[in-house]
Nanobody, 124 residues
Framework: QVQLVESGGGLVQAGGSLRLSCVAS????????LGWFRQAPEKGREFVAA????????YSTASVKGRFTISRDNAKSTGYLQMNSLKPEDTAVYYC?????????????????WGQGTQVTVSS
């Protein structure tokens, strides 16, 4: 059982930056696909970005392209989400998720392990 722990959330002004981290408890994390999702109040869980287990390919939703960058360091069993040019509409709880199959896409049902989430609040 892999445990994922997110950190790095907080309160930031519009236009600011944050870097989220996702630390896995097991080194098998290096073989898993990694995704980031977010959920705003009264909204469903939304795909943000994903990365393949080797880190060679990334995917992101249109609303964050050019602003958010997903990456990973398998030697540290850690994934990252660098968020720049933040907007108030980015306010949400952000979750990382890992897929044993190596899946790295937008479908949350394909992920096996989830973190507890970290709050990101962007003020205008």
């Amino acid at each position: 059982q892999v445990q994922l722990v997110e950190s790095g959330g907080g309160l930031v002004q519009a236009g600011g930056s944050l870097r989220l981290s996702c630390v896995a408890s097991e080194r098998t994390f290096s073989m898993y696909g990694l995704g980031w999702f977010r959920q705003a109040p009264e909204k469903g869980r939304e795909f943000v970005a994903a990365i393949t287990w080797r880190g060679s390919t990334t995917y992101s939703t249109a609303s964050v392209k050019g602003r958010f960058t997903i990456s990973r360091d398998n030697a540290k069993s850690t994934g990252y989400l660098q968020m720049n040019s933040l907007k108030p509409e980015d306010t949400a709880v952000y979750y990382c998720a890992a897929a044993k199959s190596g899946y790295s896409g937008y479908n949350p049902a394909q992920y096996d392990y989830w973190g507890q989430g970290t709050q990101v609040t962007v003020s205008s």
